[in-house]
Nanobody, 133 residues
Framework: QVLLVESGGGGVQAGGSLRLSCAAS????????ITWLRQTPGKEREFVAA????????????SVKGRFTISRDNAKDNAKVTVYLQMNILKPEDTAVYYC??????????????????????WGRGTQVTVSS
């Protein structure tokens, strides 16, 4: 069962925008920080942005700060949580597969802007973003 599903990827020209969505199915995701990672072939996974369970703590990688915005919608009436990544002023170097991941722990504070394998307990399958010059 896939609990995290990314969508919104695609192709765009440099300078354009995309909005990625991460649909998390399960009430327990309302208690978990969600992180966006990205990976290009031959490179390690890279931290992009993270948001804590309540949405009042956010961290960005320096490479996307000022261009990307992460937000979340913890819908009160159902078990679904949606986390968004608004990406503006896209650059060719933003080309990657973007993954959303959720913490193993609940109510955890965010760490720094770096990838932390042991932190994540749930993974989506990714969505491709391609930025052409």
């Amino acid at each position: 069962q896939v609990l995290l599903v990314e969508s919104g990827g695609g192709g765009v020209q440099a300078g354009g925008s995309l909005r990625l969505s991460c649909a998390a199915s399960g009430t327990f995701f309302k208690m978990k920080a969600i992180t966006w990672l990205r990976q290009t072939p031959g490179k390690e996974r890279e931290f992009v942005a993270a948001i804590n369970w309540s949405g009042d703590e956010i961290v960005y990688a320096d490479s996307v700060k000022g261009r990307f915005t992460i937000s979340r919608d913890n819908a009160k009436d159902n078990a679904k949580v949606t986390v968004y990544l608004q990406m503006n002023i896209l650059k060719p170097e933003d080309t990657a597969v973007y993954y959303c991941v959720a913490d193993r722990a609940s109510y955890a504070s965010l760490g720094g802007p770096y990838f932390s394998q042991e932190r994540y307990g749930y993974w989506g399958r990714g969505t491709q973003v391609t930025v052409s010059s």
